[in-house]
């Protein structure tokens, strides 16, 4: 019979040298290696795609450092929970103890509030904080706290990350090594897996006591007629995350509602955060269709509302009436390129002046040095325009937005080629 406690779980590393993966950040001669020998790190976040490790390096940092390690669950901790956390680290502070270490899984579940709450314990000193969230931390986590942490990406495991960890689960568990199988092909547990330490032994685990108890090898075809035989068994949380969601945007870009709401429905289906999809749509609503249909913004915009406001299930309504508009929409990069010009041309050029009749003049001085004073108000001539430079000499004539090729940019193109001439080149 098969040990209560997960495969997974079993084969959670015990001391740095177990660890597998994140050389760049945790490899000899990294900046967190260094930290570790110097016995001195700094708060961080690590941010990363589930399974890749996230959990087992804060517990492995804390016990290479020996300090106290607190942990949180954003999804089951609340501010009184922090709280506590803290009274307690106050009480070690006053017995000299060693500054202990906080993790909190999820991180970026904790409201506003909850940030705020663990911000000044940081501040102090009281605790070293190391969060975990599988979402970007420059949006989910407040700019207060952010600034105070470290923060370092995780990436998906390789094969040969992957394969090592599977070889030392069966070389190294007890109940593996009582109950030999043989693998013939690895492929479907790799694929399956997704680069998700945590998912290849779920899966494995899955597999192999399907594999011994029929007397059979390991392959292929064997994994995936065994997963789609206990699906319910198999994490569906996150599931391909990445490449799912990766498959959802292109479906819209590419102008296919049908394929879109097909992934829709596998995230969805998933248990995907219905508000990490809204703002997926808000981005590609600017990034992918922009001025060739500006009602798109809004709209993702009141989606993205709504989604907050509703709730599950029935906001799933709402996604999909924004998925299936988003793609049946026109289609344009322009403002997406335009930006991405005009921040390339900041780097090459610098801090280029700001003409004179363009600058602010708020005090007397600075009328008398002509600030703003042969600025023309566009308003105040027929058809609210008037020809004049709105760049740096040096940069004048630089085209930056060019409107796609669709019904409402070409016709920005032409108002825009009527008011300014020979000067862009539209």
């Known amino acids: 019979m098969a040990t209560p406690i997960p495969l997974a779980e079993r084969m959670r590393p015990k001391n740095i040298g177990d660890y597998i993966g994140q050389q760049h950040i945790i490899g000899e001669g990294s900046v967190l290696w260094n930290a570790l020998q110097q016995q001195n790190i700094p708060s961080m976040i690590f941010w990363g795609p589930p399974g890749v490790g996230k959990t087992s390096l ?12 607190f942990s949180l669950s954003a999804i089951q901790s609340g501010v009184k929970d922090i709280r506590e956390v803290i009274e307690k680290a106050e009480k070690l502070r006053n017995f000299n103890q060693e500054q202990p270490i906080l993790f909190i899984d999820e991180i970026h579940r904790f409201s506003k509030s909850q940030q ?3 911000l000044g314990a940081v501040e102090r000193g009281l605790v070293t904080l190391i969060g975990a969230t599988t979402e970007n931390p420059s949006f989910e986590v407040i700019s207060a706290l952010l600034s105070r942490c470290q923060v370092y990406v995780l990436e998906h495991l390789t094969e040969d990350e992957l394969k090592t960890i599977l070889s030392q689960a069966i070389t190294k568990d007890p109940y593996l090594q009582e109950h030999p199988v043989i693998i013939e092909e690895y492929e479907a547990l790799f694929r399956l897996s997704g680069g998700d330490a945590r998912k290849l032994l779920n899966v494995f685990e899955l597999v192999h006591h399907a594999a011994h108890a029929q007397k059979e090898a390991i392959t292929n ?17 996150g599931e391909q995350h990445y490449d799912i969601i990766s498959a959802f945007i292109k479906s819209i870009r590419g102008s296919d509602p049908n394929a879109a709401v097909y992934w829709l429905a596998r995230m969805i289906e998933g248990g995907e955060d219905p508000s990490f999809i809204a703002r997926r749509l808000l981005i590609l609503a600017s990034e992918d269709i922009g001025n060739a249909n500006p009602n798109a913004l809004l709209l993702a915009n009141n989606c993205f509302q709504a ?6 299930p029935e906001s799933r309504i709402i996604l999909s009436q924004t998925v299936t508009y988003l793609a049946s929409s026109a289609k344009s ?3 997406y390129e335009a930006i991405n010009k005009a921040q ?14 363009l600058r602010n003049a708020p005090t007397k001085l600075m009328k008398d040095l002509d600030y703003g004073a042969k600025y023309k108000y566009a308003h105040a001539y027929p058809g609210n325009f008037v020809t004049q430079e709105f760049f740096p000499e040096k940069l004048s004539g630089t085209t930056l937005y060019d409107p796609g090729n669709n019904s409402a940019e070409n016709k920005l193109r032409e108002s825009l080629k009527g008011k300014w001439k020979e000067k862009y080149n539209y």
């Open 116 to 118: 705020d709450s663990l």
């Open 307 to 312: 989604v907050n406001v509703i709730g599950w």
């Open 344 to 357: 390339q041309l900041v780097k090459q050029t610098g801090n280029v002046p700001v003409p004179l009749h």
């Open 333 to 335: 990069n322009a403002s």
């Open 221 to 237: 075809a064997f994994v995936l007629k065994q997963v789609q035989q206990n699906m319910a068994l198999y994490d569906k949380t």
């Open 58 to 69: 804060a517990f492995l940092i804390a016990g290479e450092l020996k300090r106290p390690f």
